[in-house]
């Protein structure tokens, strides 16, 4: 039975559920059928709506409460579980079907019936069935499908045909989607209502008519419900929706979607709403009229009143329209169709204008006549495509009685067609008219009764009446043939050949009909104006403005109250309209009434959140393919497309900055709320703090295309903005990748380059070097680009730079350029900036106003300064000789603008002793001498010799060049040798080349020589090229010159090559090569020149014919050649070595370079001593010994190449030879012989001291010269003393030599000395003693080691003992000794004989002491005549040193005052302009952050579009806003509040321990604030410069001045909170105040501006009890306390004075000014009141608000605060006024007296006082005012950081009073706030003020009388009781008493 049961339950329940789908089926199937329509009316009286909705509603609980019951009957059964599970998708499946067949019959009851819509929502509504469908579970996709079908009515698929009919089922599925479990069927739902709503124009409007924007806010309100893509599918929908329409409501709540509750999280729906909010904003193609009159009914249309008279002599009819495509578009010209009407204006007997547009979408104008129906017909334009068009028709009269009318029609301003049409007579009224309208129908008559028409085809006019206007070029629009255009049909039968006419059926925006003929530009005004324009002759040109007088009527959708449409026109036309208005909302407006561009912001602040969701980027192919590559190094500028901002919308970044582009774009408004709210800057701020990986590109070409609107809006204040904040803001382009930030750079360039001048100024070379410097430069630590890439991006920069002086510099950029070389410590960045000077010198076309400007002293001229850098490479000062070498080339400039670049004032040797610490590098000493070369046609020596006194410490290779180059220089010039030697220290200089080279240097050769190899391979073809050119030159041209200074621009001294020394001067000129070979000067005889014909001195036999790869080895020591001869034109002279292969080591070549230094070191020093120095005297030979005394000084200190002694024999050796050459001249001069004799003399002494300890210095060449030179000399000198001396100097000489080992010397040196003992008669015994006792030393030690000089010494001993044999007594003392003569044994038996005790004997006893006495007596003198002689040479070279060195130290001196200083100062200049600009950088983005948070609170607020989900509770402080009674009343917001609850912690921890003042601690303050009788009054007198008034100037030149600056003084601005320091400025008509402290530099100031014309009073103040003070109060109630310096404070008041108002008071005291005010009068006749008498009186008195000390002060009116009721007709409850405070209450009296007469100062300073404190005082302000800010962290600060104990705070009324009344040292007045301000008492802010420590009652709100019941009861009873204070008296005294109370009271205000 229970199976039975459960089987017979499923059968009924299918059964009832396949009936009810039937039942639905067959609803719509009846429906399906001609008379619909009856169907429908029946089934809509039938209650088929309920029956349906009741049907789906009575399904779903029976199938519920069935299921329920078999549950309950097999709920047992678990094999079941299974089966239930099945049935309940069984069921649901069920409901679903049925819902389906429900909707489908719901569907067909309200197909294409509006009035069946309207019974559906009235009976039912789509919320109730919206609520059924829910109830039935979640719906299927079928479901689903069928509320689409719904609404389109039909197949959803066929939406573009069908178009939406009914939009509320697209609603329902808008709420639907958050509900629907399925992420599928939300995605599939979301993606077809964005598909059908915004298939078209159309389908949007309707959508946005109905709402569906904000369901879709709403529905995305629920966004965790949403699955993402759907999400997006509907923002999508919505920014589709929004660009048709969206109102600021709209808006509002789409950005308050966007609000997030943690502020530092993005939305999730940010970037898909700013993609939507995009759409919104692009308009594409024309604008869209906003307003218009919707005519798609067919019944719709204008009815315009009858024209009784047509004013004018045309027809001119201009619109704006839309119409949308047809769904089913019948053929152009089918019969029967309809004709949509654009106007029709007919009189009674149907003639009239008419025009329409046919189905197929084209325009037809006709005009009708009694027979006649013509029409020209626009055949080339389609008008049904959704786009708002301008339609403008012109019927023209003939001008002639029988001329030919023409019409004239223009679409979208451009004329489409002219053609001949007739024009109707106008003398008849017309009486039926309409625009949009379909007007009457034509009855057509029978076809027998129309006539035929005359002709078929249009009249081809003759050209001389129409002037070929027919003709078709000039149609400019005209497609097709001609006679198609015009067609004339009979009258009557437009019906039937155009179709039944109809409405519009369309969109009209507004019309306006003119009774004239309108003219092309007229036109084309109309259009430019815009569909949304009111008035469009307004804001065109005058002509258009004369034609608002010939308007008829003018209707617009903006003045339209349906449904009248008001005629805007004189004639009042008013019409009727049947249609609907519609309005839409541009976002780009809307956006203003939302808060303005600014509340896009928060947009970007979102997206900079995203963090490390990268947005997507733009691959290589999405570039357009022309920025791939940039042309020329510039950035190619696109034109702003859809398809290129597609492709930028990729960067969410670049949106943004479209959305910005597009919302300004032909908006004004916008444009100017850019400019005026700082959103520029406030773009530029917020685009720094966005992740760098979200700029690429694509922002760059989004900024391009947002800066390209601008200039296209000609908006040039915008412009500046856009430039300052955005393009050149490198903050903002600093951020990206290379490409990103190359391509910034390159944009840069081509906008520069477009418009140089517009950028030059602000953003030229000095912008671009603080670019540089602070983005680029040593600090500049960015990780994400290469160095490379740093480097490309710099060279851009100069780039840039290098542009703009290339177009002619200026001063100012020069100098910003030099400013930066002296600041910047970056080698880079320094090496950059010169190679661009001299790029620019070298080759730019405007160097030489370059070179003028560096010319000017302090700017090329501290280049030096850079030398002195050690870090510095050699290319950057390679590069500095290489720009004043460019300089000194210039021949435009004097040569004495030249003197400060040549180092003339200051010399080289300041250079050079500054370079002393620093390494001398070979391009350093290069470059040098290259300038030193250069710089004037001869040498300066001067110069030279300091650069050579510098280049010891070069390298030898060094070295050896400036040897070579002065030879070369001896040889060219024959004084030069002489001009050498007259520099100071030459000779120690010099010599100093002699040292050994050290490891630094070496080091340092090694290291430029690997950094420089490859550039030495690239140089070595041109100097091969060079020496083949050079040595054919020489050999074609033997009589050539070749300059010095030419010869001397590049060197040969390559790094890494071995150095070769060459024989003659053509090897010599590859040595000194040119860069530039065609540079040298031919044959200039100006110049040092070489004679490459003559034989060099450095030649041997025939090498001058010689090449370089033949040159001779070195020759031995032994041939006859002299180094250098005197006469450089016939002596040749030796050779000298050349270096081995070019692969030789490093030390291999310093090796050989050592020996050719040392040799041509010799010639040069030989040179010098030999021909520099030219006479014999002594001061001469001094000179040339200060060489040899240089060498000894150097050699005991440092290691020299060689030994000293070795270079001194060398020296001497070739000085010897040099002597001989002299001698054996003919023209011998008595000089020479005494040059000669001197020279004999020195070499006698350095043999005969250095020679005894060196033995090698006795060389046999030495010897050579001597014996020749003695000979020469024994022929000169042949008598007298000289012949003596020199005869003795020969003979201890050849001793000298003959004492040597070396047997060749010893042999030479006997057979010279036994030939000069020949001719020697020997008559002096020592002499003979002298001769004989030095032979015998050498005989013996010859004898005893058996060396062969015995055998060359015999002839010599013979012949000496031959002559001194009877001189000395030989045969006496020596009887043994062997004959000498002749004998042939003489040699073996002297040889013995030396060995006998006889000769021995002999020797030591009688010659050995004669011999010694003999030098004793004879070269002693000498000795010491050269010892005289060698410490004057070392003195003189000592003093010649410290005169060098003083010169030096001068020139150094000179050379830090000319250069090193200089360069300095324009560094600290500089940085101290870089770091002002860096820090105006800094303060101008931190006062646009400031101001963007300032209009984020406005937007953030409680009603603002990005008002915070959770509220934050509100604090105020008061403002310093007056109103005309002083009364500070506003309270503003405090955004910066603080609860000061440390404050509060530090009170309660400390606060109870500290006790109160005494009086005696009061008493100094006391005294500070009372005593000031002994100073001055206030009374200011003018003086006479002053006195004359500006009024009196001349009427026209005060009228033609322009604003003056009068005075400017330092002051401060004196506020409650701070004293501001800054500046005041007068003009002839302002007054400036500039703030200049830190906070303003913050971004926070409180400058101010304010006409001369505004002041109201100015009066003199105190500050700090001093008179410097002025208070200016302007005629709005604002006021200034200003603080000067004392003496300039008149001043300044008497400048004011003068420039102000003579009704303006001035140069009073308070005394005068109250008399003169006639104040107490006015408050007599009770025309002020009390509180205005006494705050007058307070300003008088000098009270200011400004200043707490000088707080304005009120006195206690009241004594009774304990009553609970104030009686103010009782006078016991006033206060006697007659009184102080301190004594009010009499028992204080007596102790206030005492303390008068009892207190004594022992100091006599102190005068005697009754209180010891003040009535009004800064902390008894801040004692009233605690519980206001800013007045509470005043006293906050006052009490060290926290607040008072809350005993000690004001915390009640009464309280205060008993306290007054029982202390005497209390005698605080009020302030008069008491009286007005009822905000004090009340703790708003909810400070924690404490707890009192009695009672423990927390001190929150002040404590009232009783009397007050509220804080603003209080402030009323005491106002009140304030003017009732002096009105409790009779009449008959009334008034005395009334002068009587002010008086008391001035008396309490001015005491």
């Known amino acids: 039975p229970t199976g039975s049961r459960q089987s017979f339950t499923n059968s009924s329940t299918c059964d009832l559920t396949s009936l009810l789908f039937s039942f639905a089926d067959t609803i719509t199937s009846m429906l399906d059928c001609v008379d619909r329509p009856v169907l429908q009316a029946i089934f809509l009286n039938s209650n088929c709506f309920e029956h349906l909705i009741r049907l789906l509603q009575n399904c779903k609980l029976f199938l519920s409460a069935n299921n329920k019951v078999v549950h309950k009957n097999e709920k047992e059964l678990a094999n079941q579980l299974l089966a239930e599970m099945n049935q309940e998708q069984v069921f649901q499946g069920q409901l679903d079907r049925l819902a389906v067949s429900a909707i489908q019959a719901l569907t067909a009851v309200m197909l294409k019936s509006p009035a069946a819509k ?138 308050r979607l966007l609000r997030t509750t943690d502020p530092k999280q993005a939305h999730p729906y940010v970037v898909p709403v700013m993609r939507a909010i995009l759409t919104m904003a692009r308009k594409q193609g024309l604008d869209n009229a906003l307003q218009y009159f919707d005519l798609s009914h067919s019944m719709a249309g204008i009815a315009v009143p009858s024209i009784q008279r047509w004013p004018g002599s045309a027809f001119s009819f201009s619109a704006w329209l839309c119409l949308d495509q047809e769904q089913v578009s019948p053929s152009a010209y089918s019969k029967g169709g309809k004709r949509k009407q654009l106007y029709s204006f007919f009189t009674v007997s149907g003639m009239g204008f008419e025009a329409f547009i046919t189905c ?453 950029e020069v100098q910003s350029i030099m400013g930066y070389i002296a600041a910047i410590n970056d080698e880079e960045q320094l090496c950059g900036i010169l190679e661009v000077l001299f790029s620019l010198l070298h080759s730019s076309p405007t160097r030489d106003q370059l070179f003028l400007l560096l010319f000017e002293p302090g700017n090329a001229d501290i280049l030096y300064a850079l030398l002195l850098n050690h870090r510095y490479s050699d290319r950057l000062k390679e590069l500095v000789f290489k720009i004043v070498e460019q300089m000194l080339k210039c021949t435009k400039v004097y040569e004495r603008s030249k003197q400060r670049m040549k180092l003339r004032e200051v010399g080289y040797s300041g250079l050079g002793l500054l370079l002393n610490d620093a390494p001398v590098t070979t391009c350093l000493i290069k470059s040098l001498l290259n300038q030193v070369l250069h710089a004037d046609p001869v040498v300066n020596y001067r110069d030279f010799m300091a650069v050579v006194h510098l280049a010891h410490k070069a390298d030898i290779s060094i070295r050896v060049a400036i040897c070579q180059k002065l030879l070369q220089i001896f040889h060219s010039q024959q004084d030069s040798a002489q001009q050498i030697c007259q520099q100071l220290g030459w000779q120690e200089t010099l010599t100093r080349l002699f040292l050994k080279e050290n490891a630094d240097v070496r080091n340092g050769l090694r290291d430029n020589r690997s950094d420089s190899a490859k550039e030495d391979e690239k140089r070595a073809p041109s100097r091969e090229f060079q020496k083949r050119r050079t040595s054919k030159a020489d050999a074609e041209d033997a009589t050539s010159f070749a300059s010095v200074n030419g010869l001397c621009d590049q060197w040969s001294l390559e790094d890494g090559k071995p150095i070769l020394v060459f024989e003659d001067i053509s090897t010599a000129e590859i040595s000194f090569r040119p860069e530039e070979p065609e540079e040298l000067w031919q044959k200039n005889p100006s110049h040092l020149s070489l004679d490459l014909s003559s034989v060099d001195s450095y030649e041997l036999g025939d090498a001058g014919n010689q090449t370089v790869d033949s040159l001779p080895s070195t020759p031995s020591p032994s041939e006859t050649t002299k180094p250098f001869s005197g006469q450089l034109d016939k002596e040749p002279n030796a050779t000298l070595e050349v270096a081995s292969a070019a692969d030789l080591s490093l030390f291999e070549i310093n090796e050989a370079c050592e020996e050719d230094l040392i040799h041509l070191l010799s010639d040069v020093l030989l040179c010098l001593m030999w021909r520099g120095v030219e006479k014999s005297d002594d001061a001469a030979w001094i000179e040339r010994g200060q060489v040899f005394s240089a060498l000894t000084k150097l050699a005991t200190s440092n290691e020299l190449l060689c030994p000293s002694d070795e270079i001194k024999l060398n020296l001497l050796e070739k000085m010897l030879e040099w002597a001989v050459t002299d001698s ?83 042999a030479m040196a006997a057979a010279k000395l036994n030939t000069l003992l020949q001719t020697k008669v020997l008559d002096n015994q020592a002499e003979s003693c002298y001769l004989l006792g030095r032979l015998e030393g050498t005989l013996s030690r010859s004898i005893q080691e058996k060396t062969e000089t015995y055998s060359f010494l015999i002839p010599l001993v013979r012949t000496l003992i031959s002559k001194i044999h009877e001189l000395l007594f030989m ?210 007198e003018l003086p006479d410069e002053d006195a004359v008034p500006i009024a009196n100037m001349d009427e026209k030149e005060e009228q033609s001045q322009k604003e003056k600056l009068v005075l400017s003084e330092d002051c401060e601005l004196i506020t409650i909170i701070d004293v501001i320091p800054g500046r005041l400025e007068v003009t002839n008509q302002h007054i400036y105040f500039y703030d200049g402290s830190t906070e303003k530099e913050e971004g926070v100031g409180f400058d101010f501006k304010w006409p001369l014309s505004q002041i109201r009073e100015i009066h003199l103040r105190r500050y700090n009890l001093r008179r410097s003070a002025l208070e200016i109060f302007f005629i709005d109630q604002t006021n200034y306390f200003l603080n000067f310096k004392k003496e300039a404070r008149n001043k300044v008041y008497s400048r004011i004075l003068s420039l102000c108002s003579p009704n303006i008071s001035g140069t009073r005291s308070p005394q005068e000014l109250f008399k003169a005010s006639g104040l107490t009068q006015k408050w007599v006749n009770r025309e002020i009141t009390n509180f205005d008498y006494l705050i007058q009186l307070n300003t008088m008195a000098g009270r200011t608000y400004n200043d707490l000390a000088q707080y304005p002060v009120f006195p206690w009116i009241l004594r009774d605060y304990t009553s609970e009721e104030l009686d103010l007709n009782n006078p016991a409850v006033f206060r006697d006024l007659s009184k102080p405070i301190g004594v009010a209450n009499e028992k204080n009296s007596k102790a206030v007296q005492e303390r008068y007469e009892n207190f ?104 009232l009388p009783k009397w007050a019941q509220s804080p603003e009861d209080f402030i009323y009873k005491h106002r009140k009781a304030l003017v009732s204070c002096c009105l409790l008296t009779d009449v008959s005294d009334k008034k005395e008493k009334i002068l009587h109370t002010c008086f008391q009271l001035a008396s309490a205000i001015n005491n």
């Open 1371 to 1580: 045969n006496l003392h020596l009887p043994s000794l062997p004959s000498t003569n002749g004998s042939p044994s003489f040699f073996e038996d002297f040889q013995d004989y030396c060995s006998t005790e006889e000769w021995k004997v002999y020797i030591d006893k009688y010659i050995i002491p004669n011999m010694k006495q003999y030098e004793v007596n004879t070269f002693s003198d000498g000795r010491e005549c050269m010892a005289a002689y060698w410490k004057d040479c070392y003195e003189a070279l000592m003093v010649n040193i410290h005169k060098r060195e003083r010169e030096r130290g001068e020139s150094k001196l000179k050379f830090q005052e000319f250069f090193v200083e200089p360069f300095n100062r324009r560094s600290r200049q500089e940085n101290m302009r870089y770091n002002s600009m860096v820090k105006q950088l800094n303060n101008q983005h931190t006062a646009t952050l400031r101001q963007w948070r300032a209009a984020k609170l406005y937007l953030t607020c409680e009603q603002g579009p990005w008002a915070e989900r959770k509220l934050s509770p509100v604090h105020w402080k008061l403002s310093n806003v007056e109103n005309y009674s002083r009364m500070r009343l506003k309270l503003v917001q405090n955004y910066n509040f603080n609860p000061h609850q440390d404050a509060s912690a530090l009170r309660d921890n400390l606060g109870g321990q500290q006790a109160e003042p005494s009086s005696e601690a009061l008493l100094l303050e006391a005294v500070k604030q009372v005593k000031v009788s002994d100073v001055e009054e206030d009374i200011l």
């Open 360 to 812: 197929s979408g084209m325009l037809v104008v006709a005009v009708c006549t009694k027979k006649e129906y013509a029409t020209v017909m626009l055949s080339d334009h389609c008008f049904c495509d959704s786009l708002w068009h301008h339609i403008s028709i012109v019927h023209v009269p003939g001008k002639r009685p029988f001329g030919q009318s023409l019409v004239y029609i223009y679409v979208n301003g451009q004329q489409k067609i002219s053609a001949p049409l007739r024009f109707p007579a106008m003398n008849e009224p017309f009486t039926s008219c309409g625009i949009g309208s379909a007007g009457q129908r034509t009855t057509t008559p029978p076809p027998s009764q129309i006539p035929d028409p005359p002709f078929a085809s249009p009249i081809m006019p003759h050209r001389t009446s129409l002037g070929g206007i027919l003709s078709p070029g000039s149609w400019s629009g005209l497609v097709g043939k001609p006679e198609l255009v015009t067609k004339l049909i009979s009258a009557g039968t437009q019906d039937s050949e155009w179709g039944c006419p109809t409405s519009l059926e369309g969109q009209l925006g507004s019309v306006i009909l003119f009774h004239e003929a309108l003219q092309p530009s007229h036109v084309k005004a109309l259009y430019l104006a815009g569909p949304n324009c009111l008035t469009p002759w307004k804001s065109q040109e005058a002509e258009m403005v004369d034609w608002s007088s010939k308007v008829l009527l003018h209707y617009t959708p903006k003045a339209c109250r349906s449904p009248i449409c008001l005629d805007l026109s004189p004639n009042m036309f008013h019409g009727r309209l049947t249609g609907n208005k519609v309005v839409n909302w541009d976002i780009k407006d809307m956006i203003n009434s939302v808060g303005g561009l600014n509340v896009l912001f928060p947009l970007l602040e979102q997206i900079s959140l995203l963090g490390d969701q990268a947005p997507e980027r733009t691959d290589g192919q999405s570039l357009p393919p022309e920025l791939a590559t940039p042309v020329e190094g510039d950035w190619v500028v696109l034109t702003s497309t859809k398809a290129s901002e597609a492709r930028l919308e990729k960067n969410i970044v670049a949106t943004f900055i479209l959305v910005l582009k597009h919302f300004i774009q032909r908006h004004p408004i916008n444009q100017e709320n850019l400019v005026h709210t700082h959103g520029v800057a406030t773009l530029g701020a917020l685009l720094q703090n966005v992740p760098s990986s979200f700029m690429d590109v694509n922002v760059l070409m989004a900024i391009q295309l947002l800066i390209e609107q601008v200039s296209v809006a000609k908006n040039a204040q915008l412009l500046q903005q856009m430039y300052q904040y955005l393009l050149f803001d490198f903050s903002i382009w600093n951020r990206g990748d290379f490409p990103f930030r190359i391509g910034h750079i390159q944009y840069l360039s081509t906008i520069i380059k477009d418009s140089r001048r517009l950028f030059r100024k602000k953003y030229g070379v000095q912008f671009l070097l603080d670019t540089l410097r602070f983005y680029y430069g040593s600090g500049c630590k960015d990780s994400e680009l290469t160095l490379d890439d740093l480097r490309t991006i710099r060279t851009s920069v100069y780039g840039l730079i290098k542009y703009f002086l290339s177009k002619g510099g200026t001063h100012e």
């Open 118 to 255: 309207e019974v559906f929502k009235e009976r039912i509504g789509y919320a109730h069935i919206f609520e059924v469908l829910k109830s039935m579970g979640q719906p299927s996709r079928e479901l689903l499908e069928e509320l689409m079908n719904m609404a389109v009515e039909g197949d959803h698929t066929s939406v573009g045909i069908l178009g939406i009919s009914n939009v509320q089922p697209l609603l329902l599925l808008i709420q639907w989607l958050p509900e629907l479990e399925s992420p599928d069927l939300q995605v599939f739902i979301s993606n077809w209502l964005k598909r059908i709503c915004c298939i078209n124009r159309q389908s949007r409007a309707t959508c946005v008519n109905t709402n569906m924007v904000i369901r879709i806010i709403e529905t995305l309100g629920g966004h965790s419900l949403l699955h993402g893509t759907c999400a997006e599918n509907l923002i999508a929908l919505l920014g589709s929706l929004g660009s048709q329409s969206m109102s600021s409501e709209e808006l509002h709540q789409l950005i």
């Open 1224 to 1306: 054996r001249d003919t023209k011998s001069l008595p000089v020479y012989a005494e040059n000669a004799f001197r020279l004999l003399l020195i070499v006698q002494d350095f043999l005969q001291v250095e020679g005894l300890v060196n033995s090698g210095l006795w060389t046999e060449k030495l010897l050579e010269e001597l014996v020749t030179l003695m000979d020469a000399l024994s022929v000169w000198y042949s008598s007298g003393p000289e012949c003596m001396k020199l005869y003795q100097v020969q003979v201890q000489m050849l001793l000298g030599f003959i004492g040597q080992d070396n047997l060749q010397v010893c």
């Open 1800 to 1903: 004594e100062d022992p100091l006599g300073i102190v005068d005697k006082f009754h209180y010891g404190t003040h009535y009004s005082n800064a902390a008894g302000v801040m004692h009233y005012l605690i519980r206001v800010e800013p007045f509470t962290s005043l006293h906050i600060q006052l009490q060290s950081g926290r607040f008072d104990c809350a005993d000690r705070q004001f915390h009640s009324i009464p309280a205060t009073w008993q306290a007054l009344m029982d202390n005497p040292n209390d005698v605080k007045e009020l302030i008069p706030e008491f009286f007005y301000f009822p905000e004090f008492l009340e703790n708003q802010n909810d400070f924690n003020l404490g707890q009192l420590q009695i009672s423990k009652e927390v001190v929150r709100d002040v404590v």
